[in-house]
């Protein structure tokens, strides 16, 4: 018989409550711990905090998840309960709307894109079901089941990919007190001119001087993301 330590935390929330009436449940834990996150950062997040925000004493959340790895999983878990799809849409409007609408949850808690490796890969329901939904799209439409994984976890890394860079540029100008995107590249344009001045960047320098949607990150996002969908498209001749 498998031990606890060998049995997952979704495997072991499904098993009957051992009381009728606890003080504590997963879902009281996964909501403070998520508050603390949006607020302070995924580095405020520690049991012990934990405790405090829920009124218990230091060992209670214990009972539930079994560490930070475990509490994190959790998290993932909840916040992925506000990625809904709408029913009826094609393999390419699914894909999109799914991409604009995880986007539009990692901009909701910007924890997101610091998690460790571990709990990115973490295989929570909800995430499951959101991978089991695109999919489902994407069947029946000639593809094997790599091309389906394939064209799926494409977008999905062109999101995470473009969410990491948006952040990054949001804690950039937060870190250092700015504004917006002007005054990050006023901070940026010493070294921006050295650049230029070599020389060696013409095309990059026409982007300077002419592109008008510097700032405009849904814009930016959602054009890059149309590119990636013509390329599935045209690869797997949908």
């Known amino acids: 018989m498998a031990t606890d330590e ?15 009436r606890q003080v504590l449940s997963p879902q009281r834990i996964a909501t403070a711990a998520v508050a603390i996150a949006d607020a302070e950062g995924l580095e405020a997040v520690t049991m012990r905090r934990l405790a405090a925000e829920l009124s218990v004493a230091p060992m209670a959340p214990y009972r539930h998840v079994s560490g930070k790895d475990d509490l994190l999983e959790l998290m993932v878990d909840h916040v992925y309960a506000d990625l809904s799809l709408p029913d009826g849409l094609g393999w390419r409007e699914n894909l999109r709307t799914l991409a604009v609408r995880t986007r539009r949850l990692m901009l909701d808690h910007r924890w997101l894109t610091q998690l460790p490796p571990q709990a990115k890969l973490s295989l929570t329901p909800r995430r499951m079901a959101v991978a089991e939904r695109a999919l489902t799209a994407l069947d029946g439409l000639g593809l094997d089941a790599d091309a389906m994984m394939s064209a799926f976890r494409t977008v999905d890394a062109y999101v995470h990919g473009s969410m990491n860079y948006e952040g990054a540029v949001s804690t950039l100008i937060a870190e250092q007190n700015l504004s917006d995107g002007d005054e990050l590249r006023d901070t940026l344009a010493p070294l921006m001119m050295w650049h230029m001045r070599t020389g060696r960047y013409p095309t990059f320098q026409r982007y300077l001087h002419t592109a008008a949607r510097k700032d405009d990150a849904q814009w930016q996002f959602e054009s890059g993301l149309d590119c990636v969908l013509d390329g599935i498209a045209a690869r797997l001749g949908l």
């Open 6 to 20: 060998n049995v997952s935390l979704w495997e072991r929330l499904e098993r009957p409550a051992p009381t009728p």
